[in-house]
């Protein structure tokens, strides 16, 4: 159980154009989503926190705009990177938490690479 | 805000013996304590917690120590084998948080065979 995927696991794009990200809880309803960033040999930087059906709450210095965050129903979460840059090549991982839980079980993570 | 610290960085044992990884807090209301193992390319995994109201927890291999007082707790690894090397973090979370985790820096553990 507590199973959630990510797709694609990795991606190469070019600078300017926009890379879709999806996070899936494939066996629990996730009310809370979370979006982290991690950079080689890094810990793990939140960036937002999406509960379904409303606005992501963005951590200080990420930029909303940039890094769409939508979560439209309880087992699915996407992030947007939108123009992006070769400084937002990363590795982009979810995480989900079930409802009236504390657990964070974390998806495959994405390697995205601007070019 | 919370802020949790992890130590030592890297760790590197001969397989049979014993990891310990430490990590303090400082929020003092924090009350859960997950510890995630993640191998290189992948998502972390969780692999053991604690809950402030628990002061030791152990599953087959793996154990985590909690002390309240002195805001630190303990993750050991016994009998460690090759495929436990990987990059361990510790982290730490408030109850009305919104489950938000704080993450240690992580320590990267090599079991030599």
């Known amino acids: 159980g507590a199973v959630v995927s990510q797709h694609p696991s990795w991606v190469i794009c070019k600078s300017g154009t926009s890379v879709k990200i999806e996070c899936r809880s494939l066996?629990?309803?996730?009310?809370?989503m979370f979006w982290y960033r991690q950079f080689p040999k890094q810990s793990l930087m939140l960036m937002a926190t999406s509960n379904e059906g409303s606005k992501a709450t963005y951590e200080q210095g990420v930029e909303k705009d940039k890094f769409l965050i939508n979560h439209a129903s309880l087992t699915l979460s996407t992030l947007t990177v939108t123009s992006a840059h070769p400084e937002d090549s990363s590795f982009y991982i979810c995480?989900?938490?079930?409802?009236?839980?504390?657990?964070?079980?974390f998806g495959p993570g994405t390697r995205l690479t601007v070019t | 805000g919370e802020n949790v610290e992890q130590h030592p960085s890297t760790l590197s044992v001969q397989e049979g013996d014993s990891a310990v990884i430490k990590c303090t807090y400082s929020d003092s209301a924090s009350n859960y304590f997950p510890w995630y193992k993640q191998e290189l390319g992948k998502g972390p995994q969780l692999i053991i917690d604690?809950?402030?109201?628990?002061g030791e927890k152990k599953d087959q291999r793996i154990a985590v120590t909690l002390n309240k007082t002195a805001k630190h707790f303990s993750l050991h690894i016994t009998e460690t084998q090759p495929e436990d090397s990987a990059v361990y973090f510790c982290?730490?979370?408030?109850?009305?948080?919104?489950?938000?985790?704080?993450f240690g820096g992580g320590t990267r553990l090599m079991v030599k065979p």
């Open positions: 604690i809950r402030s109201n628990v």
């Open positions: 982290a730490a979370s408030l109850d009305n948080a919104g489950n938000m985790l704080t």
């Open positions: 066996d629990f309803q996730a009310t809370t």
């Open positions: 995480s989900a938490s079930p409802p009236f839980g504390d657990e964070q079980y």
